[in-house]
């Protein structure tokens, strides 16, 4: 319990001195307490001269106190502090006040000691110094941590300093001179803001405001400025330090993480780009769509999609090889960077396709001019594997509000591109209500079209095939019909793009070989001399390249008991082009060899070279019927039919003309040497049943059967 005193303590000692029965000079009890105390205890002249030592202190001396005595207690002062530590006697000397003082002894033994000294002026009655009482404390071990710390600290690899409250710094270390290339002294009198990249500045200001609000501990990674003006990246933890409720500096370790830094910049620019063009890829460009969308949702504003596609960049590849195609790709990518804006982005989305996110554009003749821009931009050709090439792009354009999803916008951009791809090449095209209402009409198509082969409610119109010298039937060509419960009639025109954008054509080709195979057999069983050249059927290109086609084909052929001389396959042109080409040619030399008839339709609309009807074991041409459709009178030049009738005759070839529609034609067709003819001047494709008629003599006439 405390008592309230408030005594000066030199009147206590006094009192208690007295009540010990201990002389008022206190000898004795001086005495009492040097010789026991763990300190070290002295007393010196006004001049510093030792006149009494303790035990104690000359344990930490090492020294003898003979030894000590006068100056002599100087021996043991550690020489690097011998100076300094005189001249601090001195002042205190002069002034005459209490002070404290850290220093070293060695003993004779050549350890060290470090002492923490509290001298204290002695006064006589007068008041003048006579002296000093020195006490000395053993603090040896508190320095050697203290020295241990600072070592650790100094050797530390990560950078570590203390700054004041406005970031001024107070001390850094080595590691911290090393990585920001200025030295310590120029270190000090620096801000932290002086070595902070000029863009990370607002963001350094920010944080250093949250830690004088109290919110720290946090660890930051930025981007930091080199006395040589070369860019660091560094991680650093960092703390605000109180005393008495005050932020009075902040303690902050650092490292540099440049080289993880570049790494991982290197790894997220290649995740996000296309290695061959630098450009970037469908996943940044589906996540830079986004944002624009979610944007302009938010802003009422419009985004458009452009799709690009290459026309033919598969020829290319094929016939220069990939390495070419890939220095092409290479070439056209700046040239597409040169005719967009800043602001809109250019990605690859893979293959020969690239796309382009433009955010910001006044209407829809904007995105025109832009568009023809970058169509335009193909008019040079271009530099790649050492030689100069032309090709063309065709551009689909799709405007969105910001509701859409990327995927979407992407899908009605491509259904753009692929519209302007069959208008003309080397063009661009909009999506607009009629491109969504046709999509619409696709999907249905599609839908009910896979219902309707699975249900067999196809059926097959036949549309002979005659001599254009004798007026007989040749043979019989086989077309597609969907009798739909709604739509009534579906086209083929209509339903087989649709069917040969999926796999659907697949089945409906297997379907119609089944039925024409089954018909052609009951045929020949019935009127063993008709139809010399058999049953065609159409077969695209997807169908002649599933690996099991030829199979089918025999084993159906085989079913039924069909010769395969009695069956013709008709392909066009487009089944040179692309990759399926090796495989559908396998196909059609196995077909060939079998003794299956092969005609090339629509001869004339496509690109193939005159090369591939030499390659390809066809035995027929069909003349397509816009040739055709251009005789007008009997004495008509008809330059393209005359050619082609030339070259099939030429090749050995049964020449076929289509879509003959009145007697000119017929007439001019045979005199112009051309074998048959089909077409809605002799008869239209009907039922199987209603062709029967024309197979019940030999040498069926259907001259007069048009209608
Ligand atoms: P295609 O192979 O060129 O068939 C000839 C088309 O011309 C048929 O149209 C036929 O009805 C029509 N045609 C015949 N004579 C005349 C005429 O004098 N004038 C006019 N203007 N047209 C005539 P269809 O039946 O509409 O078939 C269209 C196309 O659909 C066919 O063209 C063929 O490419 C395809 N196709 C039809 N059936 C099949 C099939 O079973 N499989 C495959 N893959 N394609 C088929
Ligand atoms: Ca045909
Ligand atoms: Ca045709």
């Excluded at 003959?660 to 003819?677: I, K, P, S, Y």
Aim: charged share 25%.
């Amino acid at each position: 319990m405390s008592t309230g005193w408030r005594a000066d303590s030199s009147e206590v000692i006094g009192s208690a001195l007295a009540r010990l029965g201990i002389a008022a000079d206190g000898e004795a009890f001086v005495r009492a307490l040097a010789a026991r105390a763990p300190v070290g205890v002295f007393l010196a002249d006004r001049l510093g001269n030792c006149l009494y030592a303790n035990d104690r202190m000359r344990e930490l001396t090492g020294l003898q106190l003979a030894q000590m005595l006068g100056t002599g207690w100087r021996e043991a002062l550690h020489p690097d502090e011998a100076g300094s530590i005189l001249t601090g006697w001195a002042a205190a000397i002069r002034g005459g006040s209490a002070f404290v003082q850290a220093q070293r002894y060695v003993r004779p033994r050549g350890d060290v000691v470090w002492v923490e000294k509290t001298v204290s002026p002695i006064h006589n009655a007068e008041g003048d110094l006579t002296g000093w009482a020195g006490v000395c404390v053993d603090v040896t071990d508190r320095h050697e941590s203290e020295k241990r710390y600072h070592d650790l600290v100094e050797n530390a690899r990560d950078a570590i300093y203390t700054a004041d409250p406005t970031g001024r710094l107070l001390s850094a270390n080595r590691a911290a001179e090393e990585v920001s290339g200025y030295s310590r002294e120029e270190l000090l009198g620096m801000s932290l803001f002086d070595l902070i990249a000029p863009e990370e500045l607002e963001r350094a200001g920010e944080l250093l405001a949250r830690a004088l609000a109290g919110f720290g501990g946090e660890t930051i990674e930025m981007e930091l400025l080199a006395k040589d003006g070369h860019r660091i990246w560094a991680e650093a933890r960092y703390r605000a330090v109180e005393e008495n409720g005050q932020i009075v500096r902040f303690e902050g370790i650092a490292r540099e993480t440049t080289e993880r830094h570049t790494l991982q910049e290197q790894l997220s620019h290649q995740a996000f780009h296309d290695q061959l063009t630098g450009l970037p890829n469908r996943a940044l460009l589906v996540d830079r769509l986004g944002h624009a969308l979610a944007g302009a949702e938010r802003l009422g504003k419009r985004v458009a999609v452009m799709l690009l596609d290459l026309d033919n960049f598969k020829l290319v590849n094929d016939s220069l090889g990939h390495d070419v195609g890939d220095s092409l790709l290479g070439a056209i990518a700046p040239r597409l960077l040169e005719s967009v804006r800043t602001g809109d982005t250019v990605a690859r989305l893979g293959g020969d396709e690239f796309a382009f996110v433009v955010e910001s554009f006044r209407d829809e003749r904007e995105l025109a001019d832009l568009a023809k821009r970058i169509v335009d931009a193909f008019e040079r050709p271009f530099e790649a594997g050492g030689g100069v090439h032309r090709v063309t792009a065709s551009l689909g354009i799709a405007v969105a509000h910001g509701g859409e999803t990327a995927a979407g916008v992407l899908r009605n951009a491509d259904t753009a591109m692929y519209s302007a791809k069959a208008a003309r090449r080397g063009g661009f095209e909009l999506f607009d209500d009629g491109m969504r209402r046709r999509l619409v009409r696709e999907l249905e198509l599609r839908d009910g079209l896979a219902d309707a082969i699975e249900k067999e409610a196809l059926e097959l119109y036949f549309q002979p095939i005659l001599s254009l010298a004798d007026g007989g039937v040749l043979a019989l060509e086989a077309l597609v019909r969907w009798p739909h419960p709604e739509w009534g009639w579906v086209q083929p025109t209509e339903f087989i793009p649709v069917a040969e954008s999926d796999r659907l054509i697949v089945s409906l080709g297997r379907f119609v070989l089944g039925q024409a195979i089954a018909r052609a057999a009951d045929w020949h069983a019935c009127y063993p001399g008709a139809l010399p050249l058999g049953v065609f059927v159409n077969v695209s290109p997807t169908e002649l390249a599933a690996p099991d086609f030829v199979h089918f084909v025999a084993s159906t052929l085989e079913t039924h008991g069909l010769a395969s001389d009695r069956l013709g396959i008709e392909v066009t042109e487009r089944v040179f082009i692309g990759e399926r080409d090796r495989q559908a040619g396998d196909s059609l030399a196995a077909l060939a060899e079998m003794g299956v008839r092969i005609s090339l339709d629509d001869f004339g609309t496509g690109y193939s070279a005159l090369a591939s009807l030499k390659r390809f074991p066809f035995t027929a041409l069909k003349i397509d019927r816009f040739f055709i459709r251009a005789i007008r009178g009997p004495e008509d030049e008809a330059p393209i039919s005359r050619a082609i009738v030339s070259l099939g005759r030429s090749l050995g070839l049964t020449v076929i003309a289509e879509g003959v529609e009145t007697a000119v034609q017929a007439e001019r067709l045979r005199r112009l040497g051309c074998d048959a003819a089909q077409g809605f001047h002799f008869a239209r494709p009907q039922p199987a049943a209603a062709v029967a008629a024309y197979l019940e003599e030999p040498r069926a006439r259907v001259r007069t059967a048009a209608g």
